[in-house]
C-alpha cells in the first residue's frame, strides 16, 4: 500500500513535469510540422524566457511583498517573456532560417546550432554562468491527501500549461490562421497557390512555439533554477517528447511529453539509476522509440518519395 | 607570446585530427553527428586508464582508444543511422552529454599526472612544445593522407553518393546503412585518436573539458575551412584556435570574455551557412582523368618530370 501511494506520487510528479516537456515539445513539432527541420535554437529559446521572467518579475516586485501583487507580477512577467521570445523567435526565423529554406538539409541545421551558441553563450555573458533560484510567487507549502502530496507550484504549473495547449488546439483548430497552418504543414507549394501568405504563417508558427517555450521555460525554473545552459537538457528532452507523440503532430506532442515526464519520474526509482544518470533515461527511451516505432504513436508513416 | 603561438600550433593539431574525423562524417557522407566531444572523452580517458592505471606504453593505447571510440561510434551508430539525417543529430548530442555525464558521474575530477609518452628513449614533455608539434602534425598528415586516399576509394566515392542523394545511392546498388556506419565509425576512431594525443600532451583527463563547445568547435572548423575538402578543414583548424586564444595573445583577457569567442564560433555557422556554404576554400574538386590518389599523383609528377627531360 505504501508503495502504491509512493507510485503514484511519483506519477503526479512526473504529470506536472511532463507539462512542461509539452509544453516546449509544441514548439519543436509546430516547425517541424512546416518546415520539416529541427529547430536546435529552441532549448535556448526557453532559457532567454526564463531570464527575461525572472528579470521582469524582479524588477516589478521591489520593495513590495503583498501576496496578490506577487501573483499578479508573475503573470505579467510570464506575459512580457512570452511577447519578447516571440518576437525573438520571429527575428530569428527571418535572419537566420529564412535565407535558407531552399538550401540543402544540413544547413539549416548548422544555422540552428550556431544561433543556439550565441544565445547560450551571449546570456553567459550578460547574466554569468552562475544558477539563479526562481522565487516562488506564493506560499509553497504541499497540501496532501490519501498520502498524495503536491505543492502549489505544481498546480500552477499543470493549470497554466494546460490551459496554454487547450488554448493553443482552439487556435490550430477554429481559427482562420489555425487552419492556414494546417494546410502549410501538409503541403507549403499548394497551399501557397490556394493564397495562403505562407511566410507569415511560418513567422507566427516560430512566434506561437517561441510564446510557449518561455512559459515553459519559467515555470521549469521553479523546478531546475535559471542558468544559461538550461536549455540544452530540457530542450532535448522536450525533443524525445516530440518523438514519441510523433513528431509534426501537435496532440502527439502533448501526449509524448507527459509521457516521458512519467517514464522519467516512475522509471529512474523503478530501475534504481543514480540521480545523476537521471537525464539517461530520456535519451534511452528515445533509441528506443526508434528503433520500434520511429514515427511515434500518432505520427504517420509517410513514405518518402522520389 | 610564441608560446601561444606553439600552443595554438598543438591545439590546431589536435582538432585537425578531429575535423579529420568530423569531415567523414559530415563532409562525405552528409550525416550531421554532434559528439565529437564524446569520441574524444572516450580517447583521452582510454590514454589515461592505460597509461596510468596498467603502465602501458602511450602507442599501444593509441590504437585501442581509436577501437573504443569507434566501438561506441557503432553501438549509436546502428540504432540511429537508419532513420533520417535528423534524428542523428539528436540522439548524437545526447550521446555526447550523456558520455561526459558518466565520467562526470564515475569521477569528477578525472585522471591527472598520467606518465609521458616516449619514442626511441625520448620523453614528450609539455614544456618541450617543439617536439610535440612535430609528433602531432606528423600523425595530422598521415591521416590526412588516408584520407585523401579514401576520398577517391570505392567506399569514399559511395560516401559522396549518399551525401548528394541518398535514395538514387541506393537504387544504384550502395548499401546505404553500411556505408553510413562506416563512415561514423571512422570518423569516431580518429575522435578517439585525437584525444589520446590531447591527453599526452596536458597529461590530465576531466571530464569539464569535453563539453557541447568542443563538438561545436570541430564542426565549426569544418563548415570554416570547407565541407569535404581535407585541406580546407586544417585551415579552419587553424583559424577557429587562433580565434579561441585571440585574448592570450593579444593580452586583452581582462577586457574580452571568453563567452565573446564562443559567440562567434556560432556567428561563424550561421554567416557561413547563408553566405558560403561551400566554406572558405569550396569542396575539393577534381576534372575526369586527374590524378586522385596518392600513387596517382606520383606517377603524375614522375611524367612531368620525364617529360622535361
Not at chain 1, 543514480?274 to 508513416?301: C, Q, S, W, Y
Amino acid at each position: 500500500m505504501a508503495t502504491l501511494t509512493l507510485y503514484i506520487q511519483y506519477i503526479v510528479n512526473g504529470l506536472t513535469l511532463g507539462a512542461i516537456y509539452s509544453l516546449i515539445a509544441l514548439g519543436y513539432t509546430m516547425v517541424y510540422g512546416i518546415l520539416k527541420f529541427i529547430n536546435f535554437a529552441h532549448g535556448d529559446i526557453l532559457m532567454v524566457g526564463a531570464f527575461i521572467g525572472l528579470v521582469v518579475y524582479q524588477a516589478l516586485l521591489g520593495t513590495s511583498a503583498s501576496p496578490v501583487w506577487m501573483v499578479a507580477a508573475f503573470f505579467i512577467a510570464m506575459i512580457v517573456s512570452m511577447v519578447l521570445c516571440a518576437l525573438l523567435g520571429m527575428f530569428i526565423e527571418r535572419v537566420a532560417y529564412k535565407p535558407l529554406r531552399n538550401a540543402n538539409r544540413l544547413a539549416p541545421l548548422l544555422s540552428a546550432i550556431g544561433v543556439s551558441f550565441i544565445l547560450s553563450n551571449g546570456a553567459a555573458w550578460i547574466f554569468g554562468t552562475q544558477s539563479r533560484r526562481f522565487p516562488y510567487p506564493f506560499d509553497n507549502t504541499p497540501i496532501t491527501f490519501f498520502g498524495i502530496s503536491i505543492t502549489p507550484h505544481q498546480i500552477l504549473m499543470l493549470v497554466v500549461s494546460i490551459s496554454m495547449m487547450l488554448l493553443l488546439a482552439f487556435f490550430v483548430n477554429k481559427t482562420k490562421m489555425g487552419k492556414a497552418m494546417r494546410a502549410t504543414s501538409l503541403d507549403q507549394p499548394t497551399s501557397a497557390l490556394m493564397g495562403i501568405n505562407v511566410n507569415r504563417v511560418i513567422s507566427l508558427t516560430f512566434a506561437i512555439g517561441s510564446a510557449l517555450a518561455a512559459v515553459g521555460g519559467i515555470l521549469a525554473a521553479f523546478d531546475f533554477r535559471v542558468y544559461p545552459s538550461m536549455g540544452t537538457m530540457t530542450g532535448l528532452k522536450a525533443f524525445v517528447a516530440a518523438v514519441i507523440g510523433g513528431i509534426g503532430s501537435i496532440p502527439g506532442a502533448m501526449i509524448g511529453g507527459i509521457l516521458l515526464g512519467i517514464l522519467e519520474a516512475v522509471g529512474a526509482p523503478l530501475l534504481h539509476i543514480p540521480n545523476g544518470l537521471k537525464d539517461t533515461v530520456a535519451f534511452a527511451v528515445l533509441i528506443i522509440v526508434l528503433l520500434l516505432r520511429p514515427e511515434g504513436i500518432l505520427g504517420k508513416n509517410e513514405r518518402e518519395k522520389v | 607570446m610564441i608560446n601561444f603561438f606553439m600552443l595554438i600550433l598543438i591545439y590546431s593539431g589536435v582538432y585537425a585530427l578531429m575535423a579529420i574525423g568530423q569531415n567523414c562524417i559530415t563532409g562525405s557522407t552528409g550525416m550531421l553527428s554532434l559528439c565529437h566531444a564524446g569520441f574524444f572523452c572516450i580517447g583521452s580517458y582510454v590514454t589515461a586508464i592505460m597509461c596510468k592505471m596498467f603502465g602501458i606504453s602511450f602507442w599501444l593505447s593509441l590504437p585501442v582508444a581509436a577501437l573504443a571510440a569507434g566501438f561506441v561510434g557503432f553501438l549509436i551508430g546502428v540504432p540511429t543511422l537508419r532513420l533520417k539525417g535528423d534524428y542523428l543529430c539528436i540522439a548524437t548530442l545526447g550521446l555526447g552529454e550523456i558520455i561526459r555525464n558518466i565520467a562526470t558521474n564515475i569521477n569528477p575530477v578525472g585522471i591527472t599526472s598520467i606518465p609521458r609518452a616516449s619514442l626511441f628513449g625520448y620523453q614528450f614533455s609539455s614544456r618541450n612544445k617543439g617536439a610535440f608539434i612535430i609528433l602531432i602534425w606528423v600523425f595530422v598528415l598521415i591521416f590526412y593522407i588516408l584520407f585523401q586516399q579514401l576520398a577517391h576509394s570505392r567506399l569514399g566515392r559511395a560516401m559522396n553518393a549518399i551525401r548528394e542523394d541518398e535514395v538514387a545511392a541506393q537504387s544504384n546498388g550502395i548499401n546505404v546503412t553500411k556505408y553510413k556506419i562506416s563512415s561514423f565509425v571512422l570518423g569516431a576512431a580518429i575522435g578517439g585518436i585525437a584525444g589520446s594525443f590531447q591527453t599526452a600532451y596536458t597529461l590530465t583527463v576531466s571530464p569539464s573539458s569535453y563539453t557541447f563547445m568542443v563538438s561545436v568547435m570541430v564542426l565549426c572548423t569544418v563548415v570554416l575551412g570547407g565541407m569535404g575538402n581535407a585541406k580546407a578543414v586544417i585551415l579552419g583548424a587553424f583559424i577557429i584556435q587562433f580565434i579561441s586564444y585571440f585574448q592570450q595573445l593579444t593580452g586583452l583577457t581582462n577586457i574580452i570574455p571568453p563567452q565573446a569567442n564562443q559567440m562567434i564560433f556560432g556567428l561563424i555557422l550561421v554567416v557561413m551557412m547563408i553566405w558560403r556554404p561551400q566554406g572558405l576554400l569550396g569542396r575539393d574538386k577534381y576534372r575526369y582523368g586527374d590524378p586522385r590518389t596518392f600513387k596517382e599523383k606520383l606517377l603524375a609528377v614522375a611524367k612531368r618530370k620525364g617529360g622535361e627531360r
